[in-house]
């Protein structure tokens, strides 16, 4: 069985349903959303562990400061 993938202009989508549902041979119409947006509950997730982890890290400065001293750079 083979799953197809296709883009449909909003205004289209009822004729092409139902043209569809009219082939004996098409088993499943399925709409599938193209938002790919990260849902507001998962980002708050990820800048609460981006707020945790920012405090683990040195500024650039520092690291090359550091660097110059240990390497004679």
Do not use: C
Not at 9 to 15: G, R, S
Not at 24 to 51: G, T, Y
């Amino acid at each position: 069985m083979k799953v197809f993938s296709i883009t449909i202009q909003d205004d289209k989508e009822n004729i092409f349903i139902e043209l569809m549902n009219s082939v004996s041979f098409v088993k499943k119409i399925e709409a599938v959303s193209d938002d790919n947006e990260i849902p507001q509950w998962h980002k708050a997730i990820l800048d609460q562990r981006i707020e945790d982890k920012a405090g683990d890290y040195l500024k650039w400065d520092a690291v090359q400061k550091e660097i110059n001293v240990k390497y004679g750079l």
